[in-house]
């Protein structure tokens, strides 16, 4: 059975306070993604991986920045959260170029 | 630029009818590859189903079909004899032919009514 399991579901931090968000993938996939979602918005990618040590920024990469030191493993940071970044985060991780994504269960942040 | 549009924020059907969701999407490109997704209350996403550009049949997965219209940039879902179960929050994806990117539309909440 596929997993892609995410390191908290549920988070609360201050602002300027230094946030991991860690995803993990069972299945050898080579390309990973984080989202955020927000009501209305669906959701935005802010940065991809499509092999270790490799990353992309999507739409939204300001205020974050990503660590893919193994292939199994693609960690978020928000270097200084603020308020704004209170979200739902989803990590995915992707098989082939053509295939479906497989997400994690979300983190759900707030940023007091 | 790329872009899915979902214009019903929320959809209502009764349990045992049958309900489309609309999605249409914006690009220049040939070979692209569309999705939807299901977001239960427990917010984990969940694959549906997949329709490639270059398909000439639209895709079935069950009591999911999509509705692939590829002049009018369409690829709408549609759900046979709704269940309670089916009530979540569904989104219409598209990857980018031309790198690595999946992007979603806004989403539509589905009430199915017993």
Redesign the interface.
Known sequence: DVKVTQSSRYLVKRTGEKVFLECVQDMDHENMFWYRQDPGLGLRLIYFSYDVKMKEKGDIPEGYSVSREKKERFSLILESASTNQTSMYLCASRGSYTGELFFGEGSRLTVL | AQK?T?TQ?GMFVQEKEAVTLDCTYDTSDQSY?L?W?KQPS??????LI?Q?SYDEQNATEGRYSLNFQKARKSANLVISASQLGDSAMY?C?M?EPR?????????TRLFVKA
């Open positions: 899915i979902q924020p590859g999705f997704y427990s917010g984990e996403m969940i694959f997949y490639g989104f994806a990857r790198g690595f990117k999946t992007i979603f539309g806004a989403g």
